[in-house]
């Protein structure tokens, strides 16, 4: 398998030790590192944790020979909204840049805030103001920013990504695949239609470097349900096909997303254990999609 597989492995597990343990049972040398929890210290994003935890973090993946691919920030991403002031995203971003040198790092996740609801003033204005700016910071400690596409203006639909490349130079992409299962297409007048993956692949593929692979279903009462990935409507596997057909030399980092808890938990298993083995059967599956 000479494709680069990662993963956000707090799914696997919140603290260190599991996620480390997952990556390695895949066989796997890379990890998208988000939230983790080091004994000792509160659990956070890596770029709030304290710098003692951090430390640790750092220490333990080059022990384990596990490089950080790329960082999952939590920089403008749901949790925030464009309306509030931008302090926290400025302190963060500040924080993960001074960072990212002692992981080595070359990409950052970064999200575009939340879509403001009923309303047709997405301020985008000052979305790209501050996108702007976080780019320049992260720009200055030699790292690649990376937007995806997921609840927030610039996955809104592949016009606005492109809009937003447009206004953000030097931003690049990680495309997910799952996200668009669910999200709705701002770019159709129906209310109700939701994305088509390849659709919006195909038009900002030449920005893509980084992939997350995620998939889903509409239940009967059109409720989401994350899947195995190729066996849900997120054209996952045309998508990894036609990215190493084009030159793709990017990751493949997979977000299960799956239901884990005691209506899904096999007899006998603990929900931690079925976590875990859960995401490693994920990684599995995902890397028999592709030659």
């Known amino acids: 398998m000479n494709n680069v597989f990662s993963?956000?492995?707090?799914?696997a597990g919140s603290d260190l030790a599991t996620q480390v343990r997952a990556t390695r049972e895949l066989g796997w040398r890379n990890i998208e590192m988000?939230?983790?929890?080091?004994?000792g210290f509160p659990s956070g994003n890596l770029h709030d944790i304290p710098d003692e935890a951090f430390h640790v973090v750092a220490g333990e993946l080059e022990r384990a020979g596990i490089n950080i691919h790329c960082w999952g920030s939590a920089i403008a991403n749901g949790s925030k909204s464009i309306e509030?002031?931008?302090e926290i995203d400025l302190e963060q971003t500040k924080r993960a840049a001074a960072r990212m040198p002692k992981i080595g790092s070359r990409f950052i996740r970064i999200m575009s805030y939340p879509i403001l609801p009923e309303t047709v003033d997405q301020q985008e204005v000052e979305r790209f103001r501050r996108l702007r700016e976080i780019q320049k910071i992260m720009d200055d400690a030699?790292?690649?920013?990376?937007?995806?596409?997921c609840s927030n203006y610039g996955g809104m639909g592949w016009s606005y990504s492109?809009?937003?490349l447009e206004e953000v130079p030097g931003l690049k992409l990680?495309?997910?695949?799952?996200?668009?299962?669910?999200d709705r297409d701002f770019t159709r007048l129906d209310p109700a239609a939701c994305q088509s993956t390849w659709e919006f692949y195909s038009h900002v593929r030449p920005y893509i470097v980084h992939l997350h692979i995620k998939d889903g279903v509409h239940g009967p009462q059109g409720e989401h349900i994350h899947v195995f990935p190729g066996e849900g409507t997120g054209d996952v596997r045309r998508v990894m096909i036609d990215l190493l057909a084009?030159?793709?030399?990017?990751a493949f980092s997979i977000e299960p997303h799956l239901k884990i808890d005691a209506a899904t938990c096999p007899a006998g298993l603990s929900l931690e254990e079925h976590r875990y083995?859960?995401?490693v059967a994920y990684g599995k599956r995902a890397m028999e999609l592709v030659p």
């Open 246 to 250: 084009t030159g793709y030399t990017g």
């Open 34 to 39: 988000r939230n983790v929890t080091v004994p």
């Open 174 to 182: 990680v495309f997910d695949t799952g996200n668009c299962v669910f």
């Open 277 to 279: 083995q859960s995401y």
């Open 7 to 11: 993963g956000f492995a707090d799914e």
């Open 84 to 86: 509030k002031p931008f």
């Open 142 to 149: 030699g790292v690649t920013v990376l937007h995806e596409n």
């Open 162 to 164: 492109l809009r937003l």
